[in-house]
């Protein structure tokens, strides 16, 4: 079954300690992106990366780190995690670009006491 | 700069017409539509392209005015299936795999 799989579902911690969240594809996607979504404020895109070995920021950047070494997988990185960062978190993917569908993944719900 | 949507929410009876509309201030490249029940993940139903290209779900219809910077997403007689929210994405000229989103629109179908 062709889809994206984030791991953890749910996850509380605590200010400064990092962590990762994992996001891998299984159709042989190019493109993979994580987006951050807050009440009210729809989704926002944190980074996404074109390839493998090519990432760029999206609109909102600050605290994050990604890498993308494997095409399957894109991990996002909190190398020290602020309540800010409490939110709904998504990983998507499509084939090329943005000019095909994006499936995306079931989400992460990130607490940061 | 997110893409603006109107209206933020709006109710229907089963069997009732809808409008969802986004624009932009930028020139688009392309314009996207998700639908997002609650506690889930966003669903692909269109991609509409600069020069006229469409792709998506056949019982899906929007428009996309590329002079206006303007989409619109038309939902016809309205199932309860159709609740959620809807969220429109757009692509700039420039940057191909920049994809914005805005805030959504929450459409509720009642019996």
């Known amino acids: 079954e062709a889809q994206v799989t984030q791991n953890p579902r749910y996850l509380i911690t605590v200010t400064g300690k990092k962590l990762t969240v994992t996001c891998s594809q299984n159709?042989?996607?190019?493109?993979m992106s994580w987006y951050r979504q807050d009440p009210g404020l729809g989704l926002r895109q944190i980074y996404y990366s074109m390839n493998v070995e090519v990432t760029d920021k999206g609109d909102v950047p600050e605290g994050y780190k990604v890498s993308r070494k494997e095409k399957r997988n894109f991990p996002l990185i909190l190398e020290s995690p602020s309540p800010n960062q409490t939110s709904l978190y998504f990983c998507?993917?499509?084939?090329?670009?943005?000019?095909?569908?994006?499936?995306f993944g079931q989400g992460t719900r990130l607490t940061v006491v | 700069q997110q893409p603006v949507q109107s209206p933020q929410a709006v109710i229907l009876r089963e069997g009732e017409d809808a409008v969802i509309n986004c624009s932009s201030s930028?020139?688009?490249?392309?314009v996207h539509w998700y639908r997002q029940k609650h506690g889930e993940a966003p669903v692909f139903l269109m991609i509409l392209l600069k020069g006229g290209e469409q792709k998506g779900h056949e019982k899906i219809s929007a428009s996309f005015n590329e002079k206006k910077q303007q989409s619109s997403l038309y939902l016809t007689a309205s199932q309860l299936s159709y609740s959620g929210t809807y969220f429109c994405g757009t692509v700039s000229g420039g940057s191909n795999y920049k994809l914005t989103f805005g805030k959504g629109t929450l459409l509720t179908v009642n019996p």
């Open positions: 930028k020139a688009l490249y392309s």
């Open positions: 998507a993917s499509s084939l090329e670009g943005m000019n095909t569908e994006a499936f």
């Open positions: 159709m042989n996607h190019e493109y």
